[in-house]
């Protein structure tokens, strides 16, 4: 009687589990997580709106002949890559930082003064410093793109997707132009047929195709889960997550189903099972140890979809996934960051690109803070014309361009900038620490 018992209660716990592993692989369990505020790593993502905005005007100074640029200049189609709010003039936030960008005048084709900005010795050195760490590196950040390339189904992306991509993946701001030439046997700049152009990596880089997670698991002697496909991936979860049973069941469960490299075909897999979820969230997982700081705006994704083959609101695995991601809402925008590179705010591996961001984020506090404390004044008209014959203004130009100068008093200036300075050097001290 009793072993009847027993052996009933084993065959309806067998039933359960096959059931439970059968809707497991091939039907999508519905389960959902409240978002909760990671304080820890919202550190790591402030101030990173201003640090890209500030590098990016850098860049595109030292990359002009001249070395110098008219505020129109940046006010124009470099706009939208700075990332600065619409209401948020360019020049008011060039001025905050005053050790780096230089501004003097130039009078116009009549008569009046316009604001021009060209880079601080400062700048220039730090500048100096990225280009010859991003030389040494070459072969890292080639290895990086043809990655991005090797997780599409083409092995081709538009440019605009990439340029979206570029400061996450530390290329220069000129990278089509100064980079992607000196590799003519890789690369393939091509036209699409939206008419856009995209970038085609030329053959398969065999060697390549190993993710950053198959890689951790055959340094950590885990090659037998290589080998049988059950990667599970680092979970973890801050205090505030109200972890059921239910949950923690589905994630157990999870964890070990087929790990599917991102470099291999998925074309398989039924988009409404949990496997193909796990090989989405491979795909990010390998997208974001790409990139040098392990994280990205989510919008910076959104247009993946077709290219990495991906389902209908793929970006959902974000908020399915919280041990595994972090979305911070930090700037007005929202950035997925991989836990596990992360200890606590700092990164644990350091990229030697993001040491020298480290620098730039402590030059802009250095800037930021002296200039309201009152350590730097504007320039005289006397030195508006020291550099007349470098950074000529013809007359053509400056009627062609017919553009606001965006020039504003130094009070109008302080009143906008005054209620967010303290955020701003919070932000800029933690990026600098």
């Known amino acids: 009687m009793l072993r009847s018992i027993l052996g009933r209660q084993i065959s309806n716990h067998r039933h359960r589990e096959l059931w439970f592993r059968h809707n497991q692989r091939y039907g999508l369990v519905n389960v959902k997580l409240k978002w909760v505020k990671d304080k820890v790593l919202d550190r790591a993502v402030a ?35 700075l990332g600065l709010p619409r209401d948020h003039k ?44 991003f030389q040494e590196n070459q072969k890292d950040f080639l290895d990086r793109v043809c990655k991005l390339l090797m ?28 980079f992607i030439p000196n590799y003519k046997h890789v690369f393939s700049l091509i036209r699409l047929s939206d008419d856009r152009f ?63 490299s991102p470099y291999t075909d998925s074309s398989h897999l039924d988009s ?16 974001l140890h790409l990139s040098i700081l392990k994280k990205t705006e989510r919008k910076n994704v959104s247009n993946l979809r077709k290219r990495l083959n991906l389902p209908q609101k793929f970006t959902k695995v974000f908020e399915r996934h919280p041990g595994i991601f972090y979305i911070s809402k930090k700037s007005n925008t929202q950035t997925v960051v991989l836990r596990e590179c992360y200890d606590g705010d700092r990164l644990v591996h350091k990229h030697p690109v993001s040491e020298i961001r480290s620098k730039f984020a402590c030059l802009m ?13 504007k320039h005289t008209d006397e030195n508006s014309g020291e550099n007349d014959e470098l950074c000529h203004i013809s007359e053509v130009e400056s009627c062609e361009n017919g553009v606001e100068y965006e020039e504003e008093s130094e009070g109008h200036m302080f009143s906008e900038c005054e209620s967010e300075e303290t955020d701003e050097t919070a932000r800029l001290f933690k990026l600098c620490e």
């Open 151 to 178: 997780l599409t189904k083409d092995m081709i992306l538009p440019i605009q997707t990439i340029d979206q991509l570029k400061w996450d993946l530390g290329l220069p701001h000129d990278y089509v132009h100064s």
């Open 90 to 133: 360019v020049s008011t936030f060039i001025r905050r930082y005053p050790n780096i960008f230089d501004e003097f005048h130039v009078p116009d084709s009549g008569g009046t003064p316009v604001p021009w900005f060209r880079l601080t010795p400062d700048a220039i050195t730090l500048n100096q410093e990225y280009i010859q760490v």
């Open 47 to 81: 101030g990173e709106r201003e640090l890209k905005a500030a590098w990016i005007i850098m860049s595109i100074i030292a990359a002009n002949p001249e070395v110098c640029l008219p505020i129109y200049r940046l006010c124009g189609r470099h706009r939208g890559p």
């Open 272 to 287: 409404r099972t949990n496997v193909s979820e796990k090989r989405n969230v491979g795909v990010f997982h390998e997208l």
């Open 365 to 377: 506090k250095e800037g930021f803070l002296g200039r309201s404390q009152g350590l730097y004044k």
């Open 198 to 260: 995209g970038l085609k990596l030329l053959s398969w880089h065999k060697e390549l195709a190993v993710s950053q997670h198959e890689t951790d698991a055959i340094s950590q002697q885990m090659q037998e889960d290589v080998i049988t496909g059950r990667l599970s991936f680092r979970v973890g979860f801050p205090r505030g997550y109200g972890l059921n049973v239910k949950f923690l069941e589905w994630l157990k469960e999870w964890k070990t189903l087929p790990y599917t």
